[in-house]
């Protein structure tokens, strides 16, 4: 069974109405540090976000509030501008047994920030201190990297490594103002499959990570993103 949570992208035609439609959006926040840790505990946040979303933000960094974000749907997808590190998901989203989450995810101009984004599964608790997720992340510079959360805990499923699956943000078509990256996490029997734009980066142990539960979007502090899907498929 599938179930689409966005209208997936139209090539040329999606490119021109996304950035006709973005030409009116502010450009993303000055620098501050980067790649940070986020070892702090996630927060609720009372914010304007799209209907049936939510959002918990890293504590303790004290930079940024919630009022940085701005977090709209825009066909096809959502535009995030951060604002505050964090995770953004539905209730609904939910993911067990053998599935598929996917989401293409358009990176805008990140200028020397190393800020990563991606997807995460296996979220449990996130209301709370006690949280639990596996995530998923690229960024500018043509790298992915695997992290297991539990807590105020993280435990890298894999480092920051270069792949050439991965495109960097100096690997965009010239002319273009944003690069595209397919990230999906892929739950088969006792394995787990981290793919980018559908070459295999990484499989692991079911095991040792959470992926049953909770999933949705993982942003970094000073990120301007436009996701055109967030997609599920339950079963193999």
Request: some cysteine; glycine content about 12%.
């Amino acid at each position: 069974m599938t179930m689409n949570r966005s209208t997936t992208s139209g090539g040329c035609a999606f490119a021109a109405a996304l950035l006709l439609s973005l030409s009116t959006l502010a450009a993303p926040a000055p620098a501050h540090a980067q790649d940070h840790q986020h070892m702090d505990a996630h927060h609720g946040a009372d914010v304007d976000l799209p209907e049936g979303w939510m959002a918990h933000f890293d504590g303790g960094h004290g930079a940024h509030t919630s009022q940085d974000l701005e977090f709209v749907e825009m066909a096809p997808g959502w535009h995030i501008t951060t604002g505050p590190s964090g995770i953004f998901y539905k209730h609904d989203f939910r993911a067990e047994g053998d599935f598929t989450v996917e989401s293409e995810i358009h990176l805008f101009d990140p200028g020397e920030r190393r800020e990563s984004f991606g997807i995460f599964v296996g979220g449990r608790a996130l209301h709370g201190e006690d949280q639990r997720y596996t995530y998923f992340l690229v960024r500018r510079t043509g790298e992915f990297m695997i992290r297991h959360r539990e807590g105020e805990e993280l435990h890298n499923v894999m480092g920051w490594t270069e792949h050439d699956a991965v495109h960097g943000w100096n690997d965009r078509a010239e002319g273009e103002m944003s690069v595209p990256n397919v990230l999906s996490i892929q739950a088969a029997g006792d394995e787990v499959v981290f793919s980018v734009n559908g070459t295999e980066v990484h499989r692991t142990q079911r095991d040792g990570i959470d992926v049953d539960g909770h999933y949705g979007l993982r942003v970094n502090h000073n990120l301007n993103l436009h996701i055109s899907r967030l997609d599920l498929v339950q079963g193999s």
